[in-house]
């Protein structure tokens, strides 16, 4: 994730956007929770996501996408994924 802004930008939550039919509509990502400040120039912010426990989504692969929400509540999606990822096997 990237401030392409100029102003300074508080990122509250990042998480992966799952299809409605499932128990949640999404997975927030642990590490994120304190929150993070990315200003102009500052270098990219990389959350990873494991993979166990992620075959139960495998069938939907393609309509999962990251998201990140900022501290006046606006989330920014990113692209559906075009490539298979390893744990969809």
Request: glycine fraction near 8%.
């Amino acid at each position: 994730m990237t401030n392409v802004g100029r102003r300074a930008i508080h990122i509250v939550v990042v998480g992966l956007e799952l299809p409605k039919h499932y128990e949640y509509d999404m997975l927030i990502l642990k590490e994120s929770m304190p929150g993070r400040r990315l200003g102009e120039g500052d270098p990219p912010a990389k959350y990873a996501v494991t993979h166990d426990k992620m075959d139960k989504y495998k069938a939907d692969w393609k309509k999962i996408r990251a998201f990140a929400e900022d501290g006046a509540g606006k989330k920014y999606y990113s692209k559906f994924p075009q490539k298979k990822p390893s744990w969809a096997g």
